[in-house]
């Protein structure tokens, strides 16, 4: 009989207990955006848990976008936004890109039939300022050189400049957390010598057309600025394959 090794589940902590209880507390009293929720020290009292628990417990759903802390007074129900939506799937779906190729390959494949939509609401939304915003952007990314972490926050923002270009409230949050879970792997594509004026240069072909008000020419160019980096992500997922080397 082969001997199963053993794989213990860990024990959930005390604040994570407190959370299910005040994610529960909330749906049951019908408590709606904006109202309080009871006093640390009555909620405590409530559990039979420490306070540090609670308190634990409150600031991870401020971090999930469920409660709103403001010091000194009682934390109260947040409104519900997409971007919190965004925040509440992340750790799930970080996990899910680690383990699974497929969902990997699936997530580029559906950023970039959102982005080259984007940028064509974008051309046809697009205001003279918001025009000057994103030359601002690009401007800012070229500065970032060579300072890694900055260059690749840049790259986030130009994105997101172009989302919000659109006029849609959704699109900024959702381009900027379809970057960020792609994040782990574009940190090591951008380390290729030459990648970031690659990057470069194709932000400014896309900002270009943008500026000429030409759709067909500014989804050319976001398209083959996410098919060269999906190429890249694809090298960087398949083990033995030397990045390094160009086609």
């Given at each position: 009989m082969s001997r199963i090794a053993q794989e213990p589940i860990e024990r959930r902590r005390l604040y994570q207990e407190v959370m299910d209880r005040l994610i529960r507390m909330i749906e049951e009293d019908g408590l709606l955006p904006g109202d309080q929720l009871p006093p640390e020290r009555d909620l405590s009292e409530r559990y039979g848990v420490g306070r540090p628990a609670v308190r634990e417990a409150l600031q991870n759903m401020a971090r999930m976008g469920l409660l709103r802390l403001v010091q000194g007074e009682r934390a109260r129900v947040a409104a519900p936004t997409f971007a919190n939506l965004l925040k509440t799937m992340s750790i799930t779906t970080s996990g899910i890109l680690r383990s699974s190729e497929k969902g990997l390959a699936e997530l580029k494949e559906a950023r970039l039939l959102f982005e080259v939509t984007m940028v064509r609401l974008a051309v046809e939304r697009a205001t003279e300022d918001d025009i000057a915003a994103l030359e601002a952007r690009h401007a800012e990314h070229q500065a970032s050189l060579p300072d890694f972490t900055r260059f690749l926050q840049c790259d986030m923002r130009f994105h997101r400049e172009i989302a919000r270009m659109?006029?849609?409230?959704?699109?900024?949050?959702?381009?900027?957390?379809?970057?960020?879970w792609l994040a782990e792997f574009y940190r090591e594509l951008v380390r290729i010598p030459g990648t970031e004026q690659v990057t470069l240069s194709e932000h400014m072909a896309i900002l270009t057309a943008i500026k000429?008000?030409?759709?067909?020419?500014?989804?050319?160019?976001?398209?083959?600025?996410?098919?060269?980096?999906?190429?890249?992500?694809?090298?960087?997922?398949?083990p033995g394959i030397d990045i390094g080397k160009q086609d």
């Open positions: 659109t006029g849609n409230s959704i699109f900024p949050s959702l381009s900027e957390t379809l970057m960020g000429a008000r030409d759709s067909d020419a500014a989804e050319r160019a976001m398209r083959d600025h996410l098919t060269r980096a999906n190429a890249l992500y694809q090298r960087l997922a398949v």
